[in-house]
């Protein structure tokens, strides 16, 4: 079935270093692919999409790029902020109406 | 625009009791759905409806009821709680969602979340 799968969490960094979150899904046909960011008591905000192959989604310095060939969609920023610390999630939606999200990745960005 | 609203934000309830989670949004989204966000498992999609009168199920819908009757609101209701539903439960709507992914609007709007400890 349909399904997401990122890196177990929780990443830690220093500000200004380089992230990577892996997300990689299983899926029928050209699904839709999120990050949803989860900041700590909220709900969560959309940070980027793509909806298809080789598309690239960016925001506030996050890239992703829907990789077909690999069925991944790697989260990354190259200098974070403490302001960063966040949950992560990645989420598809394939043909119809179910999303389905990832476990959420929880980033901790030390000064 | 408030957006998506969730009422409440905390409640504790008995074994056996029963309740009903509010949710409601004034962006016209005709989709709006129900998640439950549990410790290592992220979100779970439990309901959702694609406009006023229709609604269908989730991954996890056993212990739960829903109904859409206006454009608005979208409640969900717990009819016996247990405790495997401790959970916080998050609202989510966006504009209409068509059938191919990338074609109409599908980017979820989120609530703020009610946490919910059944004892």
């Known amino acids: 079935g349909d399904s997401v799968t990122q890196m177990e969490g929780p990443v830690t960094l220093s500000e200004e270093a380089f992230l990577t979150i892996n997300c990689t899904y299983t899926?029928?046909?050209?699904?839709?692919l999120f990050w949803y960011v989860q900041y700590p008591g909220e709900g969560l905000q959309l940070l980027l999409k793509?909806?298809?192959?080789?598309d690239k989604g960016s925001n506030k310095g996050f890239e992703a790029t829907y990789r077909k060939e690999t069925t991944s969609f790697h989260l990354e920023k190259g200098s974070v902020q403490v302001s960063d610390s966040a949950v992560y999630f990645c989420?598809?939606?394939?043909?119809?109406?179910?999303?389905?999200f990832g476990s959420g990745t929880k980033l901790n960005v030390k000064p | 625009n408030a957006g998506v609203t969730q009422t409440p934000k905390f409640q504790v309830l008995k074994t056996g009791q029963s309740m009903t989670l509010q949710c409601a949004q004034d962006m016209n989204h005709e989709y709006m759905s129900w998640y439950r966000q549990d410790p290592g498992m992220g979100l779970r999609l439990i309901h959702y409806?694609?406009?006023?009168?229709?609604?269908d199920q989730g991954e996890v819908p056993n212990g739960y009821n829903v109904s859409r009757s206006t454009t608005e609101d979208f409640p969900l209701r717990l009819l016996s709680a247990a405790p495997s539903q401790t959970s916080v439960y998050f609202c989510a709507s966006s504009y209409s969602i068509d059938l191919g992914p990338g074609q109409g609007s599908d980017t979820q709007y989120f609530g703020p979340g009610t946490r919910l400890t059944v004892l």
């Open positions: 989420a598809l939606r394939p043909w119809g109406n179910k999303f389905y």
């Open positions: 409806s694609v406009g006023a009168g229709i609604t």
């Open positions: 899926a029928t046909g050209y699904p839709s």
């Open positions: 793509a909806t298809k192959a080789d």
